[in-house]
Structure formats: structure tokens, C-alpha cells
């Protein structure tokens, strides 16, 4: 399960509110077997995350969406 939290340029690239918004997907989640797991903070409008890391969120240790999908283990 893939979640790209959007819009990441409206509340300033706030770490603490992008953590707040994972802690109630993982809620929402847990009732639901996944095998994986990936949240990502994006700003499709400024292009943040999407294609390339940026530099907005550099407490973000992801990869880019983009990047991740491509290289996504689907055997399973």
C-alpha cells in the first residue's frame, strides 16, 4: 500500500503534521493485512517528491514516488 500524502506545500512541509497524518493512516490500516507499507510527503504542485527528492523536506529519507513504484517487489 502506497499513501502519498499531497498538498505537503500548504502546511509549510511541517514534519511534525506530516507525522501526525502517518499515525492516523496506520490506524486506519490496521484492521487490513498489508505486506508493505510506504508513506511519502509530496507537493504535486511544486513537483516535491514526486519525480526527484527535494530539498523542502530534508527530514524525509525516502525515495521519490516515481522511483519507488518502478522498483515496487510485485511477485508477491
Not at 506545500?9 to 506530516?18: A, E, M, N, P, R
Not at 490500516?29 to 530539498?55: M, Q, R
Request: hydrophobic share 40%; proline share 4%.
Amino acid at each position: 500500500m502506497v499513501f502519498a500524502v499531497n498538498k505537503m506545500d500548504l502546511i509549510h512541509y511541517d514534519k511534525d503534521k506530516f507525522d501526525s497524518i502517518c499515525k492516523g493512516i496506520k490506524r486506519l490500516i490496521s484492521e487490513f493485512d498489508f505486506n508493505s507499507l510506504y508513506i511519502i510527503p509530496v507537493s504535486a504542485t511544486e513537483g516535491d517528491n514526486i519525480t526527484k527528492k527535494t530539498k523542502n523536506m530534508p527530514w524525509f529519507d525516502g525515495q521519490p514516488l516515481l522511483t519507488y513504484l518502478e522498483n515496487i517487489d510485485i511477485s508477491d
